[in-house]
């Protein structure tokens, strides 16, 4: 009989390929989806859908209990909102209330946080390991330390957590707009400042969320072994599509600006912009390496694809479907 896995965020970029690598590895999948969410695109799968009352334990505990999960894997949560509240009731209470449940069911929990928890170096050297003092420079980075610490309270549960560094992919919408920016002959940098930047293709997120359902415990830091330079992830988009750019270097002054005008507006509209002073703080920061030591011994972590070869890959998906 199929081992039984309960997985929140399933309509999203992330919660698609890890339905995908948790099929290949023969599981049974109940997605979270709220009525709200778009899931056409989760129509090939073979798995079945339910909705969830984060808000209660107990109703949460039965849903887990009636359906007779053996895991729970939690990669729902916001990663844009309007305030450190809000931020913090989705990000923290849900995730809370979600292991709570997992606990009083004697179910293993897989949380999928996020190196922003940790927060960047603030130099050039080193490494950001599991030991690194959590300094998160952003809400949404904070709301994510308070959920990791508030789980390792609860008494009972047994947990992994994953702290990706940023995840790309097909079907990604956030670095896409970078890529769609190159497709227009525009390569953009805040400021001039070196950076050192981490990066995880989406397929090796997902096998490493199945190898952690079975091994692994506590945090894990997870990105593809390597440190790239800031001008990194263009200079292979355009290497991939035969690219032509105009580099333009934005002052950081000018972008800080920029931030505290969609700050207002968004106070103004009550919906979280792009690019704010707080997603500011994270875009800018220094050193984003990371090391997945660890990840490599508890998790038999092996990356599959280094920068270029995920690039080239999502790249060519975005063409197929008409993206780029």
């Given at each position: ?43 090939e799968f073979a798995i079945q859908y339910t909705d969830l009352d984060f808000n209660s ?268």
């Amino acid at each position: 009989m199929k081992e039984r896995v309960l997985l929140t965020g399933a309509s999203g970029f992330i919660g698609f390929h890890i339905i995908e690598a948790l099929l290949t590895a023969g599981y049974d999948v109940t997605a979270v989806v709220r009525k709200s969410s778009k899931v056409e695109h989760l129509s090939e799968f073979a798995i079945q859908y339910t909705d969830l009352d984060f808000n209660s334990v107990d109703a949460l505990k039965d849903n887990i209990a009636q359906n007779n999960y053996n895991y729970v894997i939690h990669a729902a949560g916001v990663t844009s909102a309007l305030t450190p509240a809000d931020y913090n009731y989705f990000n923290t209470t849900y995730t809370v209330n979600l292991a709570q449940a997992a606990a009083n069911s004697g179910v293993r929990f897989v949380f999928l946080s996020s190196l922003a928890a940790i927060g960047p170096l603030k130099d050039l050297n080193g490494q950001i390991t599991e030991a690194t003092p959590p300094a998160p420079v952003t809400y949404y980075g904070e709301s994510k330390l308070r959920a990791e610490t508030e789980i390792r309270e609860i008494e009972g549960l047994t947990y992994v957590i994953l702290r990706p560094t940023a995840v790309y992919g097909p079907r990604e919408r956030g670095i896409f707009i970078m890529f769609k920016q190159l497709t227009r002959g525009i390569e953009l940098y805040i400021g001039r400042k070196p950076q050192q930047l981490s990066f995880i293709y989406c397929k090796d997120l997902a096998d490493v969320v199945i190898k952690s359902l079975k091994q692994g415990s506590g945090g894990y830091n997870l990105s593809d072994g390597n440190a790239y330079d800031r001008n990194k992830l263009a200079e292979i988009s355009k290497d991939v599509l035969h690219l032509r750019t105009l580099r333009i270097n934005l002052p950081m002054a000018l972008v800080k600006l920029i931030a505290l005008a969609a700050d207002k507006i968004s106070y103004l509209t009550k919906k979280p912009a792009p690019l704010n002073t707080d997603k500011l703080n994270e875009l800018a920061a220094t050193n984003w390496n990371c090391s997945i030591d660890k990840a490599r011994k508890d998790l038999d972590f092996a990356p599959r694809f280094d920068l270029y070869k995920g690039v080239k890959e999502t790249l060519l998906w975005y063409k197929k479907e008409n993206w780029i």
